[in-house]
């Protein structure tokens, strides 16, 4: 059974910083493309980052490129977004997921299949 699990959520002043986990068990972690995305309530969940396995190739979504850092330790078994110069609309539910096939889009849903319970992030003005 794969396993997902984030953590590091929290509060924060726009502006601040925050660095959110997601640890995997039950998957061969480092052969695995993975994903972040998030949600805000009423909205859909959009895409946010993603990284190849090997951690040698990174996508972000126009909204969070240069602010945020996507990376991996598969010794770990772990994935970290790092977050950075945070703003309002940043404030979501985020969600680290597994990519189901190599070579497919990391922006779109349907091309996941394992996700985490998500951890909440709260950007305050």
Request: aromatic share 12%; glycine share 12%.
């Amino acid at each position: 059974q794969v396993q997902l699990v984030e953590s590091g959520g929290g509060w924060v002043q726009a502006g601040g910083s925050l660095r959110v986990s997601c640890a995997a068990s039950g998957l061969t972690f480092s052969n695995s493309d993975m994903g972040w995305f998030r949600q805000a309530p009423g909205k859909e969940r959009d895409f946010v980052a993603g990284i190849t396995s090997s951690g040698g190739s990174t996508r972000y979504a126009d909204s969070v490129k240069g602010r945020f850092t996507i990376s991996r330790d598969n010794a770990k078994n772990t994935m970290y977004l790092q977050m950075n110069s945070l703003k309002s609309e940043d404030t979501a539910v985020y969600y680290c997921a597994a990519k189901t096939r190599k070579f497919s889009s990391f922006q779109l849903l349907a091309n996941y299949n394992a996700w985490g319970q998500g951890t909440q992030v709260t950007v305050s003005s």
